[in-house]
Nanobody, 123 residues
Framework: QVQLVESGGGLVQPGGSLRLSCAASRFTLDSYVIGWFRQAPGKEREGISCISQSGTNTYYADSVKGRFTISRDNAKNTVYLQMNSLKPKDTAVYYC????????????????WGQGTQVTVSS
């Protein structure tokens, strides 16, 4: 069964850092655009970053620009989201998604989705 699995979430103090990973099983990620999304309780899902198949093109939402960095290691079949200067408003469940189209990912669509990892920013 094709799967995306997120990891790396947890509890961190404001100003701290976390690195999320999105790993694939039973398929290779290098043919897919990967997007990171998040959903806080009572709020709509928000697309925060995505990266093209080669890693050449990236996108960041204004809410995370300058603090988060997306990268990929196709040899390890993994995409990362480095999150620095975390704020309480970054608290959410973070999901990764894979799709062949950058446009679809930017629209919040994806062929494959992970189950999510919780990120909590609190003192």
């Amino acid at each position: 069964q094709v799967q995306l699995v997120e990891s790396g979430g947890g509890l961190v103090q404001p100003g701290g850092s976390l690195r999320l990973s999105c790993a694939a099983s039973r398929f290779t990620l290098d043919s897919y655009v990967i997007g990171w999304f998040r959903q806080a309780p009572g709020k709509e899902r928000e697309g925060i970053s995505c990266i093209s198949q080669s890693g050449t093109n990236t996108y960041y939402a204004d809410s995370v620009k300058g603090r988060f960095t997306i990268s990929r290691d196709n040899a390890k079949n993994t995409v990362y989201l480095q999150m620095n200067s975390l704020k309480p408003k970054d608290t959410a469940v973070y999901y990764c998604a894979a799709d062949s189209s950058f446009t679809r990912i930017l629209s919040g669509l994806g062929d494959y989705w992970g189950q999510g990892t919780q990120v909590t920013v609190s003192s």
